[in-house]
């Protein structure tokens, strides 16, 4: 058992508050600041693509009781929904038979996290921008402006769960010796929405993801509870076919009505939204050290902003909290302890997990439309459906295993290798259910180091 | 010829000061601001690695005519006197007869070049902080502190020259799309010294770059005109030889005695240096964009810092002048182009500088005292004294060249493929200098891609 604590956390966020849900039941005293009002009573700003729950965040859910309360606002999708120009739609499994991530709307579980930290004893400060913090104090400040006298809130321990622009990682970066790197994609998002059809039927198939890949951009929609869709466009700033060219509603219906065909009929809004809603961008975002004075640590997206192709913005971030957690039940009152190890059992595999999802935009918005992608995919399925100890897919380690990002990286490269010369096989097309290739891989698993 | 633009400058370093000197000379107002006071009327903080000047640096400093001025304060060294435990000194030449970079103090340099700008009519305003810069209308704001009202300093131009913590930059980098990096080295500096013997005589080769090399950590000197060296420890923050460890005179002491015994009768005041001198940290900046609304640019360090040890710190940014002049030549008053043509150039150089710079920590601190990296300098010496033609050493391209830094980084890797395998030769301790292995360095060259 632990000597209870006080704590502060900055950002009310998903990793904010399930941190405030794991610290109160370790019997600490924690209080969260946001500098954005309570959304629960505020209109949702719409901006944000729905988040796919997969098992690293189930577990962490899990781990506090709450995970069927969030399986209730969650939809399972088992497969991509593949919508290639000009053919029907191929449908693409993610896992073995059960296994699904499942579409959630950010806001809708953000909100239900605050409910169930507060139901807790989590006590939530909103409207409070967190201004500047003491490193070795821990002490928050908080005010109405930086110019303005702030008002000191002393903790023991401060944990800064404010995202991708933190403000104690900001502290921590103007100190010596902080390792930081911000880099950004060319390629920036915009949300858009399928609303429910008539009686809230979804317009699409409602367990799968759906993917338009179009090479350089793609659209993407998860479905919601309520019937409707939220899509997101990725696409590149500049250049041809980009956010930049599309810059009048003529423009943006004969783009849609080329590249989309199949669906511009079931978005209406599409034109008010196109020009509503904000194009945002995509960093990458990596930083060392994430503890400062074993008082203040950094976790979520604040220690490691990643681009969300993989679908596991979130997941990596409830990680953190699974292993900041088994450290904390392990080394009870030893802090220095617990953020020592915390950082570094974490960072490599975030570090390994940004790359994964950078890599995956390619896979995505290229490549799942590719016919020797699909082959690729089949025949490493059907390998590993029959050599389940031999071989996880690289997709089902990231999503559907707890196996440390880092052996998912390597594996994936050490897979991706043996699939490039199964692939270079005379007529593979042909013989990819056979025997021969069967054998070629087991042979190739068996020459190099083991999985 | 220039339509004369009011240029507002910040920093008044190195790269501040010749740039100003560059942009009166084409007849722009130019102002200069300086956090601090003016280094010619205060002791300077001797808080510097000395510096080398070599071929870029003399480039741009030749352009405008003040060559012949700066080369009075300096110091040729045409070659590295290597200090290895319990040997004789072995002195390893730079390049070629008559090649030789030079040491200069970069007080006494700033001091010189500050008079210079001031000569051709820049005017500088010391101890004057600018807090704030608008990027899109080119404003500097001043003032005492970031909390009081600030005066606006509107210009056409604004060239952030403010060094490795740039304030330019930081406004930069809160705007979206902002590429940066920053990572620190584990390994620290000191500066010490050795004053100068009895008549103002060197105590050691004059014409030497010293250094001490003894794995993870290395001292060097670098003469100054008044007889003394300065001096530098690099060595690990933490661990054992680092500076945390040596936290008392006598573990000092014993230290020095131990691995620079050769050289401690030489250092009187060692240990009020050691204590009274801050142990300064070591960093590679990167980022991207260097410009912003066409109006506003970053040069030198704020730029591109990079870690000392190729010396090619300031004769990067001097390089960064000169083709930004060369572009002013050729597009006049078309800034936007200047601009992108600037970045576009000189980014990938600075990067491959900064890898270079790098790299050659390794090879300094451990490698100089190997006795097969002299062999290695000595095959790849005496075949380029034959092929100059063929086979420029990758230390002479970067310093007594002005090819490209990617070349020189390109070249250097493929070199090193080459001597690689020279090196596997049987006996290439005795076979180095015979035909044979000019043969197989003329043959692998053949093969591969021309040099």
Redesign the interface.
């Known amino acids: 058992m632990q000597t209870p604590k006080k704590v502060g956390i900055t950002g009310s966020g998903l990793v904010g508050s399930l941190l405030a849900i794991y610290l109160k039941k370790q019997g600490h005293d924690v209080d969260i600041y946001d500098r954005r009002p309570d959304i629960r009573e505020t209109e949702f700003s719409g901006r944000s693509i729905n988040l796919a729950v997969s098992t690293r965040g189930w577990k962490a859910l899990e781990y506090v009781g709450i995970r069927k309360e969030i399986e209730a606002l969650a939809i399972p999708m088992d497969k991509r929904a593949i919508h290639v120009e000009g053919k029907p739609v191929y449908y693409q499994y993610y896992g073995k038979e059960g296994e699904a991530i499942y579409s959630i709307s950010r806001g809708v579980l953000n909100k239900k996290m605050i409910d169930l930290a507060e139901g807790e004893g989590a006590r939530f400060i909103f409207n409070s921008k967190v201004w500047d913090v003491s490193l070795t104090e821990a002490i928050l400040y908080t005010g109405k402006s930086e ?1 303005e006298t702030l008002e000191p809130h002393q903790y023991d321990l401060i944990f800064g769960a404010d995202g991708a622009f933190s403000r104690i990682r900001h502290k921590m ?1 103007r100190s ?9 994609l060319k390629t920036g998002y915009k949300e858009l929405s399928i609303p429910a059809g008539p009686g809230n039927v979804h317009r699409m198939d409602k367990n799968s993801l759906h993917i338009w890949p179009r090479g350089s951009f793609m659209l993407i929609a998860l479905p919601n509870l309520d019937g409707s869709f939220t899509c997101t466009l990725f696409m590149p ?1 500049h250049g041809v076919n980009s956010f930049e060219e599309l810059d009048t509603e003529a423009k943006v219906t004969v783009f849609f009505q080329k590249y989309f065909d199949d669906v511009i009929q079931e978005m209406p809004d599409l034109l008010t939204e196109f020009f509503k809603n904000p194009t945002s ?1 995509l960093v990458t975002i990596k930083c060392e050290p994430w503890t400062s004075h074993d008082k203040v640590a950094l976790i979520g997206d604040a220690a490691h902003a990643i681009v969300p192709f993989y679908g596991q913005g979130m997941n990596v971030g409830f990680e953190d909290i699974t292993v900041l957690n088994s450290l904390i039940e392990q080394y009870g009152d030893d802090w220095g302890t617990i953020f020592e190890y915390y950082q570094t059992q974490r960072k490599p595999n975030t570090d390994a997990v940004a790359e994964l999802s950078y890599r995956n935009f390619i896979e995505m918005s290229s490549k799942t439309a590719d016919e020797k992608f699909i082959l690729r995919k089949n025949i490493e399925k059907r390998f590993s459906e029959k050599h389940p100890d031999k071989w996880m897919p690289l997709y089902s380690r990231v999503t559907f295993s707890t196996d440390p990002y880092v052996k998912a990286l390597e594996q994936g490269d050490f897979q991706k290798a043996i699939m490039d010369e199964i692939m270079e096989m005379d007529h593979i097309e042909k013989i990819w259910n056979q025997e021969e290739v069967e054998q070629k891989i087991l042979q190739m698993l068996a020459q190099k180091v083991s999985v």
Chains 1, 2 share one sequence.
């Open positions: 110019r970066q010596s010796m902080f390792n930081y790197s911000q880099k950004f700033y961008s």
